[in-house]
């Protein structure tokens, strides 16, 4: 699709309006400014954006509010559907069992403070070796933890 010029810092590419500099479309800045206000400055801290882009994304928003609504809460729809289909007995287990790898992981790293041995550093090792290296250490770790939990 060939860009559709709206106006000097606006643009139509098939996403919906965007912004020329970033590509930031108005959908994705619309809950900040209408849904749940934020002020200019916070805008301007949290999007790679400048003052004049802003005030061309509010002229558009309030140009074209109907539209506009209407296709975020289609948005808005979407996302709860899509919520709503991962919201299964399997994806809660899933969930469930990473927030304990995370907690069993803070425990590993604060053994690990008080005994090097089970995970030593190598200098110079490649980043994706010591990744390797380091889960597996845990994963080694967290098995005998499981044992000892078992027998005992």
């Given at each position: 699709?060939?860009?559709?010029?709206?106006?000097?810092y606006?643009?139509?590419?098939?996403?919906?309006?965007?912004?020329?500099?970033?590509?930031?479309?108005?959908?994705?800045?619309?809950?900040?400014?209408?849904?749940?206000?934020?002020?200019?400055?916070?805008?301007l801290?949290?999007?790679?954006?400048?003052?004049?882009?802003?005030?061309?994304?509010?002229?558009?928003?309030?140009?074209?509010?109907?539209?506009?609504?209407?296709?975020n809460?289609?948005?808005?729809?979407?996302?709860?559907?899509?919520?709503?289909?991962?919201?299964?007995?399997?994806?809660?287990?899933?969930?469930?069992?990473?927030?304990?790898?995370?907690?069993?992981?803070?425990?590993?790293?604060?053994?690990?403070?008080?005994?090097?041995?089970?995970?030593?550093?190598?200098?110079?090792?490649?980043?994706?070796?010591?990744?390797?290296?380091?889960?597996?250490?845990?994963?080694?770790?967290?098995?005998?933890?499981?044992?000892?939990?078992?027998?005992?």
């Amino acid at each position: 699709m060939e860009p559709v010029i709206i106006d000097e810092y606006l643009y139509e590419r098939g996403r919906g309006p965007e912004l020329r500099s970033c590509r930031l479309t108005v959908n994705e800045l619309y809950p900040s400014l209408v849904d749940y206000p934020t002020s200019d400055a916070r805008m301007l801290e949290l999007y790679p954006i400048t003052p004049a882009e802003l005030d061309a994304v509010k002229r558009y928003i309030a140009a074209n509010a109907e539209e506009l609504a209407k296709t975020n809460a289609e948005i808005d729809a979407r996302i709860a559907r899509k919520v709503a289909e991962q919201d299964t007995p399997e994806f809660r287990a899933q969930m469930e069992a990473g927030r304990e790898r995370v907690q069993l992981m803070k425990v590993w790293l604060g053994e690990r403070k008080s005994d090097p041995t089970l995970f030593e550093e190598i200098p110079g090792e490649p980043t994706d070796a010591r990744r390797e290296r380091y889960f597996a250490a845990f994963n080694r770790w967290r098995a005998a933890r499981a044992l000892v939990s078992e027998v005992g």
